[in-house]
């Protein structure tokens, strides 16, 4: 489908949701809820270009993440790999796993403690079908891909004998060696320390420019974002909230949430930006109609605890969920999905 | 109604006037608290590492100073070896902390507390009344299964013992609003609240007793950076309403930049730079703090590639002769792969740092980006701010 445009994706979803039904706890045997975990999220990775996804913690990304890598299911919505729709309720085959690669945060959990970094490497080779007597030269070649040379010194270790750096470089060398087309990062650099985290970034870009890598990358931190990405899409209580080719939305945020995230960063070179909301918002319940961002919004207006808001155009390639740019009618991108009635159902809180 | 104990700001900042006109020659008086030469080791014999080494500093009464480092660079044993909270196989093995608390009615007259030999006993007396410490998870300080309201109710008990049950319950929500959290909270359990509200209860028990120090260990690391940025401008609020001084410790630099009045960086154990916090950002003096600064993609301008540090944090089991940096220093000269620099001021100035790079050597050249100046200093005015 995507062959005619001239960048053609390599993974693309379309209105991916993902709901999760859960007992409220304390409360009757009846009670459930509904977490809108993702709503009606849809991009477009492509090969040598960086995608990030911000937002704060609970907003989505891990789930939306793994719907990429198909380890979880969608609840509606479709994934289009190299321009073929992924049947709904199919499995994940062998060989979409060898082309969408996921690297978690924490890169202690996601190596084994009680094998030698060769083990970590040498087992997805052969569960990929590489022949035994080429895995370590393929294992090594993945090391040096990721700048930990000489390979050979590493092979051999175990991973509580690596730094949080050298470990995280070496699960990416681990996703590296099934030779994917799609890297998705999920806040790879967020328990690593400062000094080494320039290294992981560079290293993700590298992949991308050198390599030709499609890459998601997934962050808390809207600097490392606007360092590194091509395109920059706000996540907020599942929804994506704006989004922007290049550095546009950092640099003239026009959805709300945007606005109090950019304030809100520490900036040693600004003095005088400091976001003033101080209540204590994280008690706001996410509103199960209208704008989700309503009860925090400085600029609410009534139609925004109404009406969900749908995605206007407010720039080139830059979009925003908010009802503050509905002055022009035409710049409707994509109407918000109809509000659907749901019974026997309390609020996520 | 209850006697509210806190100070007001207007008698904190009359403290400060009387004791810098009465008593300037003084030192206990200006300073709340006086580290020197501390050493703090895990273990014994030759499984021993150190993990404060030779930590020397001064905390000004109602000042912010902020500890920078990397994980592993010894900033939580430092202020837990400090205020005696270390725990085997940690152990004191050098140097002395002085607390100066001002006593109760006098704020004239304060009582040099040496905390390294303090009994069980006096600690008990200066903890929570004189100093407080948050810690960085919450979730792990507060206990389980006891709701929120107790907790504030057995620090009172203890120490306010003639509060009845009903003035401890007034002053647990005034805390509470103090830090902007409704009073229902009181009957919640930690797991029931966010990460956000758990920090901000933890601030307002640090609180609770007014303390003259309070310290932060990591206290927004683990929250959202808009939850931060909430927690920080309450902080402040706070700080000009009730003079605390504050110890804020953070791997965020550029949080500590905005935050502190002077930053000491860390590093393997010991303090490598310490300055005013803009002249520490405009002008900093050691590669590694150069470094991290330089680790912080900007907000705005133009993006390009930045490099960050090289190589990994050290291992204190295997700390290299000479400076512990040099290994990943793109500075490093002969002389520092063999022989450790000391902390000492540059020049006349009371900014210190410790490479062989600024010891006045004339046959070192210090490269421009380690040399700039700085302009005049934010952190000047934020102090004049703060007492007029
Ligand atoms: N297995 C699950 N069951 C129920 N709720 C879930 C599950 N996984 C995630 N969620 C919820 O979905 C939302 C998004 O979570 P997540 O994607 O992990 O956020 P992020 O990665 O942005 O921090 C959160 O509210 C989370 O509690
Ligand atoms: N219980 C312990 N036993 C042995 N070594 C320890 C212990 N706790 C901390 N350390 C070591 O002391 C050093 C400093 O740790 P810490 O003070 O926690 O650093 P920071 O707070 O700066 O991350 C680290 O290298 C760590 O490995
Ligand atoms: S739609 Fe309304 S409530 Fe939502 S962010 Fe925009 S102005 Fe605020
Ligand atoms: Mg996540
Ligand atoms: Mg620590």
Redesign the pocket.
Known sequence: MSEITTTPAQLSVRHLTRHFTTRVPGRLLHAKRVVRAVDDASLDLVRGQVTAVVGESGSGKSVLARMLARIIAPTSGELILEGTTIPAGAKRTLEYASKVQLVLQDPYASTNPVHRIRHSLERPLLIHGAKKHDVEDLAKAALSRVSLDPPERFLDRYPHELSGGQLQRVSIARALCVKPDVLLADEPISMLDVSVRLGILNLLKGLCDNEHLAVLYITHDIASARYLADEIIVMYAGQIVERSRGTALVDEPTHPYTQLLIASVPDPSDPTSQASQSDEHSSYAVPEVGCRFAPRCPFVMDVCRTTDPPVFQVGEGHTSRCWLYADRPEAVVEMALPERRREGETTKT | MIADPLKTQATSKMMDMQLREVAPASAHHEFVLEVNNFNVD??VGENM?R?VNDVTLKLRRSQVLGVA?E????????VYAMTRLLRA??VISGGDVTLNITNDGDSDEVTPINLVTASEKELRQIRWSHVSIVLQSALNALNPVLRVGREFHEVLKTHRRELTKSQRHARSVELLKMVGLNEDRLARFPHELSGGQRQRIMIALALALDPELVIMDEPTTALDVVTQREIINELNELRSRYGFALIFITHDLSLLIELADEIVV?YA?AIIERAGASELYEAPRHPYTLGLINSFPPMHGDRRELTGIPGSPPD?AELPEGCSFAPRCPYAMARCLHEAPALLNIGDSDRSVACWLHTGDSSVTVPVELSRSSSPSRAHVTVLQDHT
Do not use: E, F, I
Request: net charge positive; proline share 6%; glycine share 34%.
């Open positions: 895990y273990g590492v993990a480092g994980s592993g660079s010894g900033k939580s044993t430092l196989p940690g860390m154990g204190l």
